[in-house]
């Protein structure tokens, strides 16, 4: 309850929101921004022509209630699309108001949440067993590899129907990758997002405090936010009035930046900077890629003609204030193919194809 409101404050994206269930029905994709201080401070320093943070995409789609598996509401179209995001951000509404409608009648965070949990189990147990069934021919014609994957699959049919998620299943990575093109909906990353009343958005109310008694084994962030809050700091025009804005409620920042941090965390995100009269930019990468796959983030030339990269910590940048001085400085540091790129190197690749 209150995803669209959260999300047309995130994206400006202007996602139909309105008081009654299944308001979206086609998914609203939004290219959000990566909030980053560490972006703002190289641009003081370099004052580029171009300042570009690194992005990350945020889906809005139709919300779920019970038999949805069975394609109840929109049951369907909610599962097609939660099949193709990468982590699953679930809103619950932690807040009463009898003037906005709720699907359920009554307010009960940790009620919803299952709600939504059962019905991926049971999509994801229909997506196994039909695996199952294709895969029982070949199994008993003696092929290994078949044999080998419908261990694995029945090991997931099990936890499933003990009412456990995908991702809860240990399981070494030959086998995980065995079962990785199912896509199963449960196997995804999920972040808890409790969409609170204005009153309750630094410290809580007893619905969050459930929310969290209910995810304590999850190894899940919870996010407390109040949607009608964002709503209103989207309208403010300069960052300072934000700023003056936050800091009368009680926040050092926005929910919503909270809430970007923590999908980038949920998704092992990291960032790089590049540094250049011309543009200081932001680029994401998975945590421990190495250095010539990064470059490829940038263009594929530089993954493909990768000689080296010449790295400069972020700290020694703001401490000597420009390239030049932390050449001077020996600060920059030439790495190979197998240079672990860090959160927060600025890099400048050197490729020949």
Not at 157 to 186: I, S
Request: glycine share 6%.
């Amino acid at each position: 309850m209150g995803k669209s409101t959260l999300f047309n404050s995130l994206s400006n994206a202007r996602a139909e929101s309105a008081n009654y269930p299944f308001c979206t029905i086609e998914p609203n994709v939004g290219i959000i921004p990566v909030p980053d201080k560490r972006l703002d401070k190289l641009a003081e320093l370099v004052k580029p022509q171009k300042v570009t943070p690194t992005t990350i995409e945020f889906v809005d789609i139709a919300g779920l209630v019970k038999g949805a598996s069975k394609g109840e509401g929109l049951g369907n179209q909610f599962l097609a699309n939660i099949r193709q995001t990468d982590a699953i951000i679930h809103i619950l509404r932690c807040f009463e108001d009898d003037n906005i409608a709720h699907v359920d009648t009554s307010i009960d965070p940790v009620r919803d949440k299952r709600v939504v949990d059962t019905e991926l189990q049971l999509k994801d147990l229909e997506t196994v067993g039909n695996r199952l069934q294709k895969l029982d021919k070949q199994a008993k014609s003696g092929d290994k590899d078949a044999r080998r994957l419908q261990e694995v699959l029945q090991r997931f049919e099990q936890h499933l129907m003990e009412g456990k998620p995908a991702h809860a299943l240990q399981l070494d990575k030959e086998d995980k990758a065995l079962v990785r093109d199912l896509q199963l909906l449960t196997d995804k990353p999920v972040l808890y997002v409790c969409n609170v009343d204005e009153g309750s958005v630094v410290h809580g109310n007893r619905h969050v405090e459930e929310v969290r008694r209910e995810v304590a084994d999850e190894d899940a962030e919870v996010v407390v936010i109040a949607a009608s809050i964002e709503a209103e700091i989207g309208q403010l025009d300069s960052e300072q009035e934000r700023k003056l804005f936050l800091e009368d409620m009680g926040l050092e920042e926005s929910g919503l930046s909270r809430l970007i941090h923590s999908a980038y965390r949920l998704l092992s995100l990291e960032t790089f900077f590049t540094v250049g009269p011309k543009e200081v930019r932001a680029w994401t990468v998975k945590k421990g890629m190495r250095a010539p796959q990064a470059g490829g983030t940038i263009h594929s030339d530089f993954e493909r003609g990768f000689i080296k990269a010449e790295v400069i910590k972020y700290k020694d940048f703001i401490t000597y204030g420009s390239e030049a001085a932390c050449r001077e400085a020996g600060k920059i540091h030439m790495e190979g193919k197998e240079y672990v790129v860090q959160d927060g190197d600025l890099i400048n690749f050197k490729f020949n194809v």
